[in-house]
Nanobody, 123 residues
Framework: VQLQAYGGGLVQPGGSLRLSCAASERTFGRYTMAWFRQAPGKEREVVVA???????YYADSVKGRFTISKDSAKNTMYLQMNSLKSEDTAVYYC??????????????????WGQGTLVTVSS
């Protein structure tokens, strides 16, 4: 599976961005898909995930602000980010777990990653 992430950029605090992750084949209903982020000097952390079953997971830090969605016809996953904060600044990666691992927050469970897209929240 090849993933392509895009949509990052510079946004002011309180602003919004939408990230996209296009997959080369059908993934929804088959695999777990997730958005992770990695800030400078920090480990990659899970932001949101949509399991193969359709259930979703949100990190506490983004609940109520970020929303994951998908377009199955386009094999594309989206991350709508609202009320952005400076601490949301990071490189955002989409990943696919083809083995339906239980530990969706474990980056080592993911088999393929997109190239990353930088989100900078700054005034």
């Amino acid at each position: 599976v090849q993933l392509q992430a895009y949509g990052g950029g510079l946004v002011q605090p309180g602003g919004s961005l939408r990230l996209s992750c296009a997959a080369s084949e059908r993934t929804f209903g088959r695999y777990t898909m997730a958005w992770f982020r990695q800030a400078p000097g920090k480990e990659r952390e899970v932001v949101v995930a949509i399991r193969w079953s359709g259930s979703t997971y949100y990190a506490d830090s983004v609940k109520g602000r970020f929303t994951i969605s998908k377009d199955s016809a386009k094999n594309t996953m989206y991350l709508q980010m609202n009320s952005l904060k400076s601490e949301d600044t990071a490189v955002y990666y989409c990943g696919v777990d083809m083995h339906r691992s239980v530990a969706i927050g474990d980056a080592t469970s993911y088999d393929f990653w997109g190239q990353g897209t930088l989100v900078t929240v700054s005034s």
